[in-house]
Nanobody
Framework: EVQMVESGGGLVQPGGSLRLSCAAS????????MSWVRQAPGKGLEWVSS????????SYVDSVKGRFIISRDNAKNTMYLQMNSLKPEDTAVYYC???????????????WGQGTQVTVSS
């Protein structure tokens, strides 16, 4: 059974930084794309950033470009989100998503972390 464990959320003042981590375990094959998705209070899910299997293709939602950095360590099956210059509007529950390969044909399933709260407030 695949397990995804997130960490690194918390309360930070505007302009501050946080680093989120998401570690996966319990899978047999590999992980392809990894993403971060967030949900602000009273709003729907918003995609934040994605990174491909080798880290060569990275994308961000416009609102976080230049402030957030996504990365991954395949040896540790872990993804990170370095969040700098945080703003109150970044307040949300952040979820990690990974596409886990489940067979030799390369079929994937989506696995989700439990979510970690990020609150940006003075």
């Amino acid at each position: 059974e695949v397990q995804m464990v997130e960490s690194g959320g918390g309360l930070v003042q505007p302009g501050g930084s946080l680093r989120l981590s998401c570690a996966a375990s319990g899978f047999t094959f590999s992980i392809t794309a990894m993403s971060w998705v967030r949900q602000a209070p009273g709003k729907g899910l918003e995609w934040v950033s994605s990174i491909d299997s080798r880290g060569g293709s990275i994308s961000y939602v416009d609102s976080v470009k230049g402030r957030f950095i996504i990365s991954r360590d395949n040896a540790k099956n872990t993804m990170y989100l370095q969040m700098n210059s945080l703003k109150p509007e970044d307040t949300a529950v952040y979820y990690c998503n990974m596409k886990v390969v489940v067979n030799v044909e390369g079929a994937t399933v989506d696995e989700w972390g439990q979510g970690t709260q990020v609150t940006v407030s003075s």
